[in-house]
């Protein structure tokens, strides 16, 4: 069977018959919409316009829609040029308003700046004023100290002149003390057969005070009585042992000596005070415990 | 016919039921024919006849008469046959009997009896088809419409009206063949 056929047959297709009824029950369901609803809407055929209006709308639309853009674009490119024109000196207008802002902002800032100098000014002018008046008084103290300073040094002077003759006089005193030690030594011996003592503790009786034992100079020793007498209390020291009166040269033998003046004590009696620069310059010598001045 | 129709439209638009009266003498023993031959029984067709005008009467207003009004009503029918189906109704099928009886209704249109016999046999085979292939079926074969009244109730391309009837005669003839090797 080809296709021609079975397209033949299909066509011919019985009717197919209608219920009973149907026909009435349709017309009876018929529900018209009502009248004058649908007016605006007609059957007739629309005329070329009206049948191309919604395509020719939309045609229209875009057209304007280009049409405008066209239009915006050239406007904007003329606003372009237009504003490029005079765009130079208005620049130059602004630049040189903003040049003169801001000299006269620098000139704002150099003026509050030159306030705040004179300010400083006046006050180091106050400071100088200030520093004057102490450097004239620093003047005034040190002539002041100057004066001072002469007044003590004169001071000094007399220092040594009244150390000197304090040491002078100390020198004075141990040379009596010397003289009176010798008489104590002389009586001594008169009293023992010519024999010279050698120590400071037998001739106790012979001493009128333990003071004279003591050298004025000498601040280490001491002695308050005869009983706390001792060698570190005595500044005098014995030179000669076994000394008698009748010894050759009494007057070159030495009994005694202040170790602190060099001041000796000879066994005839009489007391030498020795300088320093000739206590560099004596000799002695030894002859059985007995100590000699060489002349 | 046609500038009859568009005036009975028209008048039943403005509310005239007489003249909707006609429209519904014209068309409606076409839409019960549709839905019968596609639903399988004579209460559903009845049904989705009803529905079908129904929906006309109410999209009358609608109807801006660019496609005829046959075309118009079969493609309300087709979409309340849609409708219908999706609903999850089934479709009943048509035993040769009722074909016969269809065709005892009126004068044969068949040459003689193998004719007959061999177009209830085609009449089966199409209810086989699947579903798009027997709607253009229907419509362009048994409804009488043209190629371009099928693709616009199915609002499908008259292109692809074409090929479903290639494809449903394709498939109708392949299995013709194959029932007469059979019957062999």
């Known amino acids: ?295 | 016919m046609n500038d009859e129709v568009q005036q009975l439209c028209e008048r039943a638009r403005e509310g005239d039921v007489e003249a909707a009266s006609e429209l519904v003498t014209l068309f409606y023993q076409r839409v019960f024919a549709y839905h019968r031959r596609l639903c399988g029984n004579d209460d559903d067709a009845s049904d989705l006849t009803q529905k079908t005008f129904a929906k006309v009467w109410s999209s009358l207003a609608s109807y801006n008469g660019r496609s005829s009004f046959s075309t118009w009503v079969h493609g309300i029918g087709h979409h309340v046959y849609v409708d219908w189906r999706r609903k999850g109704n089934r479709l009943d099928a048509k035993a040769d009997e009722w074909w016969e009886a269809c065709e005892a209704e009126g004068p044969s249109p068949f040459e003689d009896a193998a004719e007959r016999e061999m177009a209830n046999h085609l009449y089966a085979l199409v209810d086989q088809l699947e579903e798009t292939g027997r709607e253009v079926v229907h419509l362009h074969y048994y409804q009488g419409l043209s190629l371009s009244e099928t693709a616009e109730v199915l609002q499908i391309a008259t292109s692809t009206v074409k090929y479903r009837l290639r494809e449903a005669l394709n498939s109708i003839r392949s299995k013709s063949t194959e029932l007469k090797l059979r019957a062999k």
């Open chain 1, 1 to 295: 069977m080809n296709d021609e056929k079975i397209e033949e047959l299909l066509r011919k297709a019985p009717g197919v018959k209608t219920p009973a009824g149907l026909h009435q029950t349709l017309q009876g369901e018929i529900r018209l919409p009502q009248r004058g609803a649908t007016d605006a809407i007609s059957f007739a055929p629309r005329p070329w316009l009206r049948r191309w209006l919604p395509e020719l709308s939309f045609a229209i639309l875009f057209i304007t829609c280009f049409v405008a853009i066209g239009v915006q674009l050239k406007v904007l490119s003329n606003m372009t040029v237009v504003h490029a024109g005079p765009v130079e000196p208005r620049d130059r207008e602004q630049d040189r308003v903003w040049v003169e802002k801001l000299q006269l902002e620098h000139l704002r800032k150099d003026n509050a700046d030159l306030h705040r100098l004179r300010e400083e000014v006046n006050k180091l002018q106050a400071d100088l004023g200030e520093v004057e008046k102490l450097r004239a008084e620093n003047q005034k103290l040190q002539a002041l100290n100057s004066a001072v300073a002469t007044q003590s040094s004169a001071e000094g002077s007399l220092d040594d002149a009244l150390e000197k003759e304090k040491a002078q006089a100390q020198a004075i005193q141990c040379v009596n003390n010397l003289k009176q030690i010798g008489l104590s030594e002389r009586i001594w011996a008169q009293d023992n057969g010519g024999k010279f003592t050698s120590n400071f503790i037998s001739m106790s009786n012979e001493l009128s005070t333990p003071f004279i034992l003591k050298c004025p100079t000498d601040k280490n020793t001491s002695a308050t009585n005869f009983v706390d007498i001792i060698p570190a209390n005595i500044s005098y020291q014995m030179v000669s042992t076994d000394c008698t009166e009748d010894a050759a040269d009494l007057s070159n033998l030495v009994l005694i000596q202040c170790p602190v003046h060099g001041t000796l004590l000879f066994a005839d009696g009489h007391v030498e005070s020795i300088t320093p620069e000739r206590r560099k310059q004596l000799q002695y010598k030894k002859v059985d415990g007995k100590t000699y001045l060489v002349p």
